[in-house]
């Protein structure tokens, strides 16, 4: 099993629709989380940190379950400009720092 | 702009060579995380300095070698090049270990 795995989609939307993206972590030490985005051929913007609480930041919100090992993305009200590749990233204590992506998860938002 | 950058942007190189870019990080920053990038994957990690000592190692042989100086800029080394050692080099800049990352626009390596 891969340490953090994530659906390649790609995920094919209308304009105004709610999608969600899931991604699953094995090691159960992992302390931070994180959603990145990355347009094409551009390096990864940090889109939100993953809190246990979950946090939201306008139509974002993300969610961390720690008994399932899974973070979660719900992008709400889909605009054209949120097509990107979404990455997941996990990273933990005890020993090194080794912040671990996944492979990302393609949206295509359509008119 | 997240204040992090690599120099070079682009570089062709060919088997057996060596190659070095750098990366200044952001300003206060005192951490940069090196990952390698290849075509339709996520970007893997191959090691982090954190005030000049290396914090951290992924699965990478040890011809890929960094250094990370007083100023906090970093500079990562590649010996013998093979053909797959060409992607995206992205280097990262944070405060901390453990904090969020914010990365430069990355070296575009092609070894031929």
């Known amino acids: 099993r891969k340490e953090v795995e994530q659906d390649p989609g790609p995920f094919n939307v209308p304009e105004g629709a709610t999608v969600a993206f899931n991604c699953t972590y094995s090691n159960s030490a992992s302390q931070s989380f994180f959603w990145y985005r990355q347009d094409c051929r551009k390096e990864p913007k940090l889109l939100m940190s993953?809190?246990?609480s979950g946090n939201e930041d306008g139509r974002f919100t993300a969610q961390l379950n720690r008994a399932s090992q899974y973070i979660s993305l719900l992008i709400r009200d889909s605009k054209l400009s949120d097509s990107a590749t979404y990455l997941c990233v996990v990273a933990g204590r005890g020993g090194s720092y080794i912040p671990t992506f996944g492979r990302g998860t393609s949206l295509i938002v359509h008119p | 702009e997240t204040g992090v950058t690599q120099s070079p942007t682009h570089l062709i190189k060919t088997r057996g060579q060596q190659v070095t870019l750098r990366c200044s990080s952001q300003?206060?920053?005192?951490?940069v995380s090196w990952y390698q990038q290849a075509l339709g994957q996520g970007p893997q990690f191959i090691f982090q300095?954190?005030?000049?000592?290396?914090?951290g190692r992924g699965n990478f042989p040890p011809r890929f070698s960094g250094l990370q100086f007083p100023n906090y800029s970093s500079e990562l080394n590649v010996n013998a090049l093979e053909l797959d050692d060409s992607a995206l080099y992205l280097c990262?800049?944070?405060?901390?270990?453990?904090?969020?990352?914010?990365f430069g626009p990355g070296t575009r390596l092609t070894v031929l």
């Open positions: 993953v809190y246990s």
């Open positions: 300003s206060g920053h005192n951490t």
């Open positions: 300095y954190y005030r000049e000592e290396e914090n």
């Open positions: 990262a800049s944070s405060l901390g270990s453990d904090n969020e990352q914010f």
